[in-house]
DNA sequence: AGATTATGAATGAAGG
DNA sequence: CCTTCATTCATAATCT
């Protein structure tokens, strides 16, 4: 999973029915960007489809379709991806080479055998050549995708992305190919 | 569908993260690191020394140590210093916002607890920033981490500090010095 | 028991 | 990139 925990989704005090069009997570005090769910789902499934360091462009763009699902700057992906990262990093640094050191005595635990996962952290480091989150129940046909232009270290393969049927929106068609 | 009103998926059984990671069995309620007494008082020792923000090397070792007393991670410990350090500064500010005085409380009265917390607030506290945290070498690079001068509310002391003597294991030596 | 507090964990934002 | 700070969420601990 991309992070540690299974992921609670936070959320300010319940707004009524969606009556945000682009307010972004909470509907009072919009210190920070909270994203929803659809903005973390897709944020995600770049990152995991290999996509770290995003260009100026490429922010732009996601920050754009992302605007769909709440309100959300360009900063805000810039952030989230290199917050992502260095936090995948950093979990394997310091979290991971934790030792798997057991003296267990003061504690009143019975003992229990614990496999720990440590390898939650490693990284598949895959690449997806088409990413499909959503099978798509509608027939958007992907365009002509335009050609990524690779970075100094990163992978930017095209990726075809759909979104829909997540929300009640009319059918987005969010693929990456945009980037 | 419920809207985005979060709720709280359940952890997936167990993550790197929390402490006890399994017990075994599926359904294992994967709770949160609950540090002992002994831990507590540890780390509590090291931030009254002056110890704010361990590197990752001196986490490590801190959770090295403290893992005699119980399972830890590195992460709780990273963890523990960066709440630590955050909700002492968020008390002291409070307290210095909070109302000039400090006297008439006639709704309920916070509890004892949270009293000695402020009592504990409002002793001078002491950051040590000779603090030999870093003797490993001869020639020890000293770190660039003495920037947290921003708040001029550090005094400095010379202290050693020792918690061998106050602990009930056989042999522990838990002298700083290890960091 | 429910309400309240204390605190572990997480993460958005910066700083450097 | 890395580290750090502020804020928040979630939950164990505790009180009433």
Redesign the interface.
């Known amino acids: ?1 991309d992070e ?8 300010r005090s ?2 009524g ?2 009556n945000n069009g682009g307010s972004g997570g909470t509907g009072t005090k919009c210190g920070r960007w909270n994203p ?2 659809e903005q973390v789902k897709v944020l995600t499934d770049l990152f995991r489809s290999g996509l770290r360091t995003p260009s100026t462009d490429q922010i732009q763009k996601i920050s754009s379709q992302l605007s769909f699902y709440g309100k959300i700057e360009s900063k805000n992906v810039f952030y989230w991806f290199q917050n992502h990262k260095a936090r995948e990093r950093q ?1 394997r ?7 798997p ?7 009143k ?1 019975p003992s ?7 390898n ?2 490693s990284e598949p480091e895959i690449v997806l050549e088409t990413l499909q989150l959503f099978p798509l129940n509608s027939f958007t046909e992907p365009m002509e995708s335009e050609k990524c232009r690779l970075f100094s270290n990163d992978y930017c393969k095209e990726n075809s992305y759909n979104i829909g049927t997540q929300m009640d929106h009319p059918t987005l068609d969010l693929r990456l190919s945009f980037l």
Not at 93 to 99: A, G, K, P, Y
Not at 101 to 107: A, K, L, P, R, S
Not at 112 to 118: D, F, G, M, R, W
């Open positions: 999973m540690v925990s299974g992921f609670c989704i936070k959320q319940g707004y029915g969606g929803t769910t979990k640094r310091r979290f991971l080479v934790d030792e050191n057991e003296f267990h005595h003061q504690g635990l229990t055998k614990y496999l720990a996962e440590l939650q952290v």
